[in-house]
Nanobody, 119 residues
């Protein structure tokens, strides 16, 4: 079994910062692209940011210059540093990872963590 577990969500004021973490565990052989998606109430899930195993990143235009993604391959963990948060960043944030395990290769999702930006 492979699991992704997110942490770090919460309530923050506009202009504030939060750091999300997502740790993968289980019978993992390799982790390829990892990333973060978000879904606001009444909206579709959207890509926020991704990072390949080689460190290449892909950002949504709405978060460029404010959000940064990084990964610790030794810990099978990906991080999302969110700065200058805006009310429109309020959403449920989901971790996503393309993982080769002992028996298959597929994309896994975490359970999500709520981020609320409000004064």
């Amino acid at each position: 079994q492979v699991q992704l577990v997110e942490s770090g969500g919460g309530l923050v004021q506009p202009g504030g910062s939060l750091r999300l973490s997502c740790a993968a565990s289980g019978s993992i052989l390799s982790i390829y692209t990892m990333g973060w998606y978000r879904q606001a109430p009444g909206k579709q899930r959207e890509l926020v940011i991704t990072i390949t195993s080689g460190g290449s990143t892909n950002y949504a235009d709405s978060v460029k210059g404010r959000f940064t993604i990084s990964r610790d391959n030794a810990k099978n963990t990906v991080y999302l540093q969110m700065n200058s948060l805006l009310p429109e960043d309020t959403a449920f944030y989901y971790c996503n990872a393309d993982i080769r395990s002992s028996w298959t290769r597929r994309v896994y999702w975490g359970q999500g963590t709520q981020v609320t930006v409000s004064s």
